[in-house]
């Protein structure tokens, strides 16, 4: 890097520590905790769930569709502290491998100490809902303890941007829907004006470390990129969650891969971050087997 990329790293790193030190939560007292769930209010928005539109969905009576929604809206959650854990040891080795008296390497920490606070709030939504705490599959569980390992550079901001952007976006969306739980409603306001700084700092780095890419790397980022998204895009939901409403989770699994309103919701998620990624060379052969599997492409 030269002088003025350094000065550049260095001053975004300076304006994101300045908003993280005046904008923060403590969710464990900006959240009331012993609020009960609103009757009558969704956990997770209707046309957002895996089933939705589908005759399996029609069946389902509307507090059925409801606990449906209870527990998708736990398992993202529980992805989402899966995502935040492998997000932390990335960052941790950034902070590892650097100047802790830069900025830089400041802000990675302020944004770990972020990341445990969300982690902290998903598990005790996840606790608030009284649904199990779902996690992905082992085999998903092994990916993300290879990574940090294994990821340096564009594939590193880019598989940390997968991951939080997918999960803004319907975030986003939740947050100004009155048929949702209040309570479901703030965790998200919270995780998204923090979330902002994470995903800015991350643009900036892959925008970056994707220009001074040799040609000779440029596969590898790219078809480890295109798995990863393929992982995350999929492992949003769990095929447990059916057994709460009495589906046979395997049957109800491939009505929803095959579930075209699904398919949308999982391309809408990533509609910005495929974009972004576009831009900057990194969707594109040999990645191209898993982007198209992973319904992400437009
Ligand atoms: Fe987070
Ligand atoms: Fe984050």
Redesign the pocket.
């Known amino acids: 890097m030269n002088q003025t990329q350094v000065a550049d790293r260095e001053r975004i790193a300076e304006r994101l520590l300045r908003s993280t030190a005046t904008r923060s939560y403590d969710p464990e007292l900006d959240i009331n905790w012993s609020a009960p769930p609103v009757p009558g209010k969704a956990f997770f928005p209707e046309h957002r769930s895996t089933l939705y539109g589908t005759a399996l969905y029609e069946q389902l009576s509307p507090e059925q569709r409801r606990e449906l929604g209870k527990h998708e809206a736990a398992s993202v959650a529980g992805t989402g502290i899966w995502l935040?854990f492998v997000?932390l040891r990335l960052l941790a080795k950034l902070a590892y491998q650097g100047d802790p008296a830069s900025r830089h390497v400041q802000y990675a920490l302020a944004?770990m100490a972020?990341?445990c606070r969300?982690s902290t709030m998903f598990a005790r939504l996840i606790e608030w809902m009284g649904t199990p705490a779902y996690r992905p599959s082992r085999l998903v569980q092994r990916l993300g303890k290879v990574l940090p390992g294994i990821a340096y550079g564009p594939v590193m901001w880019g598989a940390i941007l997968i991951g939080?952007e997918l999960t803004d976006r319907y975030q986003r969306e939740m947050v100004n829907d009155e048929s949702i739980q209040p309570l479901t409603r703030m965790v998200n306001r919270i995780h998204i004006m923090?979330?902002a700084r994470?995903i800015g700092f991350a643009r900036a780095e892959l925008a970056r470390s994707a220009a001074r890419l040799t040609r000779a790397e440029l596969p590898y980022h790219r078809a480890l990129l295109g798995r990863i998204a393929f992982i995350v895009a999929r492992n949003l939901v769990t095929p447990e969650v059916y057994s709460s409403v009495g589906l046979d989770p395997r049957q109800a699994h491939r009505v929803a891969l095959a579930n075209p309103a699904y398919q949308e919701t999982i391309r809408y998620g990533g509609e910005k971050i495929v974009a972004f990624l576009t831009e900057n060379g990194l969707v594109g052969v040999p990645g191209m087997f898993w982007w198209r599997r992973s319904f992400l492409l437009p």
């Open positions: 935040e997000l944004e972020e990341e969300h939080e923090e979330e994470h």
